[in-house]
């Protein structure tokens, strides 16, 4: 099976990365922020791999 990580946004700045886990701390405002796993889980999206549209936006 394909190791596909998530996508994070960051609840502060809206910052998104793709990774195994969230950061500490966020890369982009510095902060120590909750990370929001924005990743689709379904097919109509894209599937892992994606940003859930209803969920996240790529910055």
């Given amino acids: ?3 596909i990580e998530n996508w994070w946004q960051c609840s502060n ?3 998104t990365l793709q990774a195994k ?8 405002c510095n ?3 909750a990370f929001i796993d924005t990743t689709c889980y379904i097919p109509e999206c894209g599937g892992p791999g ?9 910055s």
Avoid: H, L, T
């Avoid at 886990?21 to 966020?26: K, T």
């Avoid at 859930?52 to 936006?57: A, C, L, T, W």
């Fill in 1 to 3: 099976m394909e190791n």
């Fill in 13 to 15: 700045c809206a910052y």
């Fill in 21 to 28: 886990a969230p950061p500490e701390i966020c890369p982009s």
């Fill in 31 to 33: 902060e120590k922020c």
């Fill in 50 to 58: 994606n940003i859930d549209p209803q969920v996240g936006r790529k």
